[in-house]
């Protein structure tokens, strides 16, 4: 085998996610899990009891279509109308995929090749990186700054190339909570128009705005043909282990993206594709609720974080709360992770891993709040140690 390295070199240093890193050594302390965001709690009871009746009646135990499921489907489709206004035809602009990790690999396999540019908000989600290095095509950071973490839409035009192809956009913003503007879709929306760019929008935490609105870029003018929405079940309905997600978009570029899709998991999750299509009907108080419940959370760990002498960066949406540690005479997001665990038994993510220039947020680190509120009392408590 000489002297070449096992691993795909466009994979170099991408290694063990943060997360199972930090999950393990969540494990390994007894420590409280702010790290990984998945929640303590399982969703409403009727989606649960909706995925043992699909099992019990023999609904999805076989290859479901590659597509996914009729009803979800249509109950996909219904969701986009209900929301956002949006029409899409349930046969052809809609494709099911394994979560949204799926549905942005697909994407960025169907739509890059080799020497294609993309632009990502940085701090990005650890997929966006690999599935873009796995596409042979090359990542153009636009960094979010801390305090409030705004896109710098004149850095954002000055980024796009002649061999810029796609913008891989995440709003609400993981990790930051930033949601962008309507001003800010818009200006967004006319420059992917004006030089000719596709757009994959990650819209995963659609439910969790708590200050803003949430604007789907596809809904803006001159963005149907070019744009690969992408969302998913497990953070609205807190199922994260069911793997759920979905894209919706025009004809030709779902086929697309079906296209690559069909050879990384062929389909998924058969009776949970007929529990979400349940679940994506729940009435409006449902989604008022969850929103209501995280926002309170959102409050309470923020609180106690800055009790513990964080400087905190409250997010608009998400469940994610970033921090900075300069305030507690700390620099190094990383090593204080690591070390976290012991010294107050509570786990967190440095943010410096979502960063292509890790001095960037080498001093950043994320908290998780989608736990039960006496767990995020717990960890406040805990951190006040420091």
Known sequence: MGERPLLNRGLDGLGTTIFAEMSALAVATGAINLGQGFPDTDGPEAVREAAVRALREGRGNQYPPGPGVPELRTAITDHQRRFYGLSFDPDTEVLVTAGATEAIAASMLALLEPGDE???FEPFYDSYAACIAMAGA?????????PDFRPGLDAL???VTPRTRLLLLNSPHNPTGMVLTRAEAEAIAELAVERDLLVVTDEVYEHLVFDGEHIPLISLPGMHDRTVSISSAGKTFSFTGWKVGWITGSAPLVAAVRTAKQF???VSAGPFQYAIAEALRLPDSYF???RADLQTKRDLLAAGLADAGFEVHRPQGTYFITTDIASLGEKDGLAFCRSLPER???VAVPNAVFYDDPEAGRSQIRFAFCKRPEVLKEAANRLRRL
Do not use: K, M, Q
Request: hydrophobic share 55%; with cysteine; net charge positive.
């Open 288 to 290: 008022h609720a969850f």
């Open 138 to 146: 090359t990542r153009v950071p636009l960094t979010l700054r801390a």
């Open 118 to 120: 993309v632009i990502a």
């Open 157 to 159: 035009r000055a980024a």
């Open 344 to 346: 107050c038994g509570v």
């Open 264 to 266: 990384l998991t062929y």
